[in-house]
T-cell receptor, first 111, second 110 residues
Framework: DGGITQSPKYLFRKEGQNVTLSCEQN?????MYWYRQDPGQGLRLIYY???????QKGDIAEGYSVSREKKESFPLTVTSAQKNPTAFYLC??????????FGSGTRLTVV | LAKTTQPISMDSYEGQEVNITCSHN???????ITWYQQFPSQGPRFIIQ?????VTNEVASLFIPADRKSSTLSLPRVSLSDTAVYYC???????????WGAGTKLIIKP
């Protein structure tokens, strides 16, 4: 079945540590996105990518980095510069006007 | 970017029809209206999309008046499993920075 796979489902980060969240899709979608969701809130865009080797900052890019070396993959690194990283992270992909397909999310907790 | 306004929460009972209305006064000519459903600790799931009048699929209907400044998601004969947060978004598909509000938390009671 086609879809988006995010891993890990749960991730714990120590203070000052960088962590990378994985996102893989086999839908052949050109566009991919990373969102952050805090409790009781809507989704906020971190980064998006329309094509391979290109990506754009969203509303809350500070403290995050991404890469898009392959169409299928769009990993997100949460760096030590992100002071409040505890949140639910969602990866999505789309083709124009088709709507988004989301992964099942990664819950990141700072310990 | 068009912003949407939805009720924060709604309650209903199993077997009832539920209508959730979304206001989008600044919708642009090229914008579509899309609804998503999200369960706790899961990613949102696409429900339905429309441009004008009425759209129906196997899970919902979407009603859009002529002025397109609002839309109504209709869920027929809801069950307990329809308890979720429902989001209304507007955009033309080429704008990658859609604004997600807090959505409508729908609680279905037995």
């Amino acid at each position: 079945d086609g879809g988006i796979t995010q891993s890990p489902k749960y991730l714990f980060r120590k203070e000052g540590q960088n962590v990378t969240l994985s996102c893989e899709q086999n839908l052949n979608h050109d566009a991919m996105y990373w969102y952050r969701q805090d409790p009781g809130q809507g989704l906020r865009l971190i980064y998006y990518s329309q094509i391979v080797n290109d990506f754009q900052k969203g509303d809350i890019a500070e403290g995050y980095s991404v890469s898009r070396e392959k169409k299928e993959s769009f990993p997100l690194t949460v760096t030590s510069a992100q002071k409040n990283p505890t949140a639910f992270y969602l990866c999505a992909s789309s083709i124009q006007r088709s709507g988004y397909t989301f992964g099942s999310g990664t819950r990141l907790t700072v310990v | 970017l068009a912003k949407t306004t939805q009720p924060i929460s709604m309650d209903s009972y199993e077997g009832q029809e539920v209508n959730i209305t979304c206001s989008h006064n600044n919708i642009a000519t090229n914008d579509y209206i899309t609804w998503y459903q999200q369960f706790p600790s899961q990613g949102p799931r696409f429900i339905i999309q429309g441009y004008k009048t009425k759209v129906t699929n196997e899970v919902a209907s979407l009603f859009i008046p002529a002025d397109r400044k609002s839309s109504t998601l209709s869920l027929p004969r809801v069950s307990l499993s329809d308890t979720a947060v429902y989001y209304c978004l507007v955009g033309d598909g080429s704008n990658y920075q859609l604004i997600w509000g807090a959505g409508t938390k729908l609680i279905i009671k037995p």
